[in-house]
């Protein structure tokens, strides 16, 4: 990417859902590392007003968490658990759409929690950078979509969509000859999405340092912002969430006082202030965790705090870290080392 709920018995019946799902899918959160077994003991938070996000309890957080503790390594597995125990995005990804979204959200529906989901398959993602992929043209992403959608069926999922794929319309990064068809793709996504009746769609709007609202606001009308719950703040990126909130509010105001959330998952000491300019977005030494996600927020206008990019997770192969999106158990403890 480019900078710009419980008791133990339903955390167990949360798990084996999710665990089934996720080997029907071919798809393991297990550690990059080997096999560490069933997750640690990561269950629901308490479910008060403000809380009502889902747990995965066999995150690769969690199950490394587990290997941790299993090994005597205390201090280590007392940082880690800063992060396992937080809700978090769960990115869908593109080869079993359907059983991926159904087994997150099903999970989540028996834990009584929503589940938080981040759609990022948009045709010619991240202008060839990192993250370069997604789906191989616009028919195959509406089938994906569409997949997707079949998976949440009935269920509470908030959705956080396609993180870059409007800003990379404003900036100039994605060719001019695909940019008409990312419109197109996207307003479609959310005209899905929110038919299903209980998911709440955000789409990505960059963060306070890539552009002025100014820039965005008619681009995210032409990506379906109206129909949307509203647009996400500072995804995968470390802004501050003073400042983020500052930055969707004046959004808000350009887009009929549309909401927004904020991703606080990795922002608890601001963005990186040295380094090439272009890559302090990747992997920046010297990060925090931020707020944890919760509804309970500083603005009327801000929905929540989400933790959308997983903390421990690689921005790219820059600073020593492994590829986009691969765990990186170094980076994850020292994000939780400096968290206040």
């Not at 308490?46 to 968490?65: F, M």
């Amino acid at each position: 990417m480019h900078g710009h709920k419980g008791v133990r018995g339903r955390v167990r019946a949360a798990a084996v859902v999710l665990g089934a799902a996720l080997l029907a899918a071919g798809c393991s959160s297990a550690s990059p590392g080997g096999d560490d077994g069933a997750g640690a003991a990561v269950a629901q938070r308490p479910g008060a007003a403000g809380d009502p996000y889902w747990v995965n309890p066999d995150s690769t957080a969690a199950r490394r968490l587990a290997g941790l503790v299993r090994a005597g390594r205390t201090d280590e597995a007392a940082l880690l658990r800063r992060i396992a125990e937080q809700p978090t995005g769960q990115w869908i990804g593109p080869e079993n759409p359907e059983r991926e979204a159904r087994g997150f959200t099903e999970a989540a529906d028996r834990a009584g929690r929503t589940a938080l989901l981040v759609l990022y398959d948009i045709p010619h993602r991240d202008c060839g950078r990192y993250s370069r992929g997604g789906a191989a043209d616009g028919d195959a992403y509406r089938a994906w979509i569409a997949a997707v959608a079949r998976g949440i069926g009935g269920r509470a999922a908030t959705v956080v969509l396609e993180p870059d794929a409007v800003p990379h319309l404003v900036d100039g990064c994605t060719p001019a000859e695909f940019q008409e068809e990312r419109y197109d793709l996207l307003a479609g996504a959310v005209a899905t999405l929110k038919s299903l009746g209980r998911t709440e769609v955000y789409l990505d709007a960059g963060n306070p340092g890539w552009g002025r609202p100014g820039q965005i606001h008619e681009p995210l009308r032409r990506a379906g912002i109206e129909q949307a719950d509203g647009f996400a703040v500072n995804v995968a990126n470390f802004y501050s969430t003073g400042r983020s909130l500052a930055y969707g509010q004046q959004l808000s105001a350009l887009t009929g006082g549309k909401h927004f959330v904020v991703d606080t998952s990795r922002n608890g000491n601001g963005p990186a202030t040295d380094g090439d300019p272009g890559e302090r977005w990747c992997n920046p030494p010297g990060r925090a965790l931020g707020e944890p996600p919760t509804t309970r927020t500083a603005a009327p206008l801000a929905d929540a705090y989400l933790w959308v990019k997983r903390p421990g997770e690689s921005d790219g192969t820059c600073k020593g870290g492994p590829k986009a999106g691969d765990w990186w158990e170094e980076y994850a403890l020292a994000l939780a080392g400096a968290a206040r």
